[in-house]
């Protein structure tokens, strides 16, 4: 944040230091570009993110499909196989696309959670509500992937 503030303040400083008066021709727009929008990232970076991505989708589909099973009352094996997905403690959510990933890491997981403790409880089936969870949680990961997908292709 305090480099943001720093850039900022060198910015205004370059930008007054000028003798341009503003006029039509040489305002900007008030939208910002969408490279503004968008952070810059380095290679590591963008192979980081990639890679968490990628885990994290997988991880996603594969624990919606078990809350969708259960919300058709087909039984569903405890021993269903659910890739390992990223811990939102590892996610380094230093700018938008690294809060997404910890947004989606964080709903994956407690979705993932939530059939684990519905593993070691003896029932039949889940009650509704459960269910409902799981699935409004792996529902919403999906949302924030599929928008971590278009800022990874920018």
């Known amino acids: 944040m305090k480099w943001i503030y720093f850039i900022s303040v060198v910015f205004l400083v370059s930008c007054s230091n000028t003798n341009q008066v503003s006029t039509p021709q040489n305002a900007t727009s008030s939208e910002p570009s969408p490279s503004l929008l968008t952070p810059t990232l380095t290679i590591q970076q ?3 993110y990639e890679t968490q991505y990628e885990a994290l989708r997988q991880s996603q589909q594969a624990i919606e499909s078990v809350w969708r099973d259960l919300q058709a009352n087909q039984s569903v094996s405890c021993m269903r196989e659910i890739p390992q997905t990223v811990l939102p403690e590892h996610i380094l959510a230093t700018n938008d696309i690294g809060q997404d990933l910890l947004k989606a890491a964080t709903e994956i997981n407690d979705s993932i959670v939530l059939w ?4 070691q409880n003896p029932r039949p089936n889940p009650p509704s509500i459960v269910i409902d969870d799981g699935l409004r949680l792996a529902l919403s990961a999906e949302q924030t992937l ?5 800022n990874l292709r920018q």
Do not use: G, T
């Open 146 to 150: 599929i928008k971590i997908e278009q």
């Open 116 to 119: 684990r403790a519905e593993c």
């Open 46 to 48: 963008r192979i980081e």
